[in-house]
């Protein structure tokens, strides 16, 4: 499916202004920008060095939000990503200490490699917005979202995302390697073109400002019901072992509502859930032992489904 040109005029500047440092991703840039505004977390599952975290660093230098970096080996704690309390040596009184989960971007790099405790640290955050300290809990800045990495060809010295965890993440997308052409604009291009340099295009309180947006586009019952059947489907698949939960239904719906706004629309069409379902649902599912050996991956099992589901006429 071709994808529509972004028709929002302040989300295009975004897209614009990241393309001046990222090259050649543009379904990426505008995915990342649909989960922001869907008020989700995403996952970027790709090689080392094809720009995930530049990618994620300029999408919140475009939007003026505060970026943390959390590079997650297995000795890192869940103080370290909450904060802690500690005594003051001068005041002798007792002071919370941030952790990096205090920003509106937090990437969590390689999340795979922090020990399952670690893990488990973010689940509280990324599902209320908030963190428990010492019995004390503390609201997080306004949009925040978790963007993390993993290796897929590594397993040495990794730890297996639980399930539970994976279904917090709103989307799963790929970078992948760019195209020549682009590849050949990476080697030319201007040196000083880093993500520091990068202006902010809008505020976080217009960001706030489109997600409240978000919630006044249409989506009419004949998609609503597309939706479900997509879900249905999965449950009773022979090729999948778990199906889609729930939760599954409604972040496509999300999804679906915060990329129509993103292509100037008020209204979702078939076409939008047709193209994120990949995104959004690959993740949640489990194939069977038959789907294993037939399909191989989530997403072509996925696809397949989605093939043999009328689309409704919106």
């Known amino acids: ?17 990241i ?10 840039i505008e995915l990342m920008l649909t989960a922001v505004l869907a008020g989700g977390h995403i996952l970027i599952e790709d090689v080392p060095g094809v720009g995930k975290t530049q990618l994620v660093a300029c999408v919140s230098h475009s939007l003026n939000g505060k970026f943390n970096r959390l590079q997650l080996t297995p000795d890192v704690m869940p103080s370290d990503i909450t904060g802690f309390s500690m005594i003051n040596p001068l005041t002798k009184e ?4 941030q952790g990096a989960a205090f920003c509106n971007f937090l990437l969590a790099d390689e999340i795979n490699r922090s020990s399952p ?9 990324m599902e209320e917005g908030q963190l428990s300290v010492d019995g004390i809990t503390y ?43 682009d590849e ?8 000083d073109a880093v993500p520091a340099n990068l202006d902010a295009v809008i505020s976080t309180d217009e960001v706030e400002n489109l997600k409240k947006e978000v ?24 090729y999948i072992r778990l199906g889609i939960s729930p939760r599954g239904s409604l972040a496509l719906h999300k999804c679906a ?39 191989g991956t989530c997403e072509k099992a996925l696809q397949e489904i989605i093939h043999t589901i009328d689309v409704p006429i919106a």
């Not at 028709?7 to 202004?17: D, I, P, R, Y």
């Not at 393309?19 to 990426?28: H, L, M, N």
């Not at 897929?152 to 990794?158: A, H, R």
């Not at 050949?184 to 040196?191: S, W």
Request: include cysteine; aromatic fraction near 8%.
């Open 1 to 17: 499916m071709e994808r529509p040109e972004i028709k929002n005029e302040k989300l295009s500047q975004v897209v614009a202004n």
């Open 257 to 295: 509502r915060a990329y129509a706004l993103l292509c100037g629309r008020d209204f979702v069409l078939p076409d939008d859930v047709k193209y994120l379902a990949p995104f959004v649902l690959s993740h949640r599912i489990i194939l069977s032992p038959k789907g294993k050996s037939v399909m």
């Open 139 to 181: 609201k997080l800045p306004k949009p925040f979202m978790v963007l993390a990495t993993q290796n897929p060809v590594e397993t040495y010295g990794t730890y297996h995302l639980p399930e539970a965890q994976m279904d917090r993440f709103l989307m799963k997308i790929s970078m992948g390697y760019p195209e020549k052409s």
């Open 117 to 125: 405790k670690t893990q488990s640290a973010l689940l509280e955050i």
């Open 94 to 97: 007792t002071e919370f200490r």
């Open 19 to 28: 393309e001046k440092v990222i090259v050649g991703k543009r379904e990426a």
């Open 184 to 191: 050949l604009r990476i080697l030319r291009r201007d040196a």
């Open 215 to 238: 919630l006044q586009v249409t989506c009419s019952p004949r998609i609503e019901e597309y939706i479900v059947n997509i879900a249905e489907a999965s449950r009773n698949s022979e």
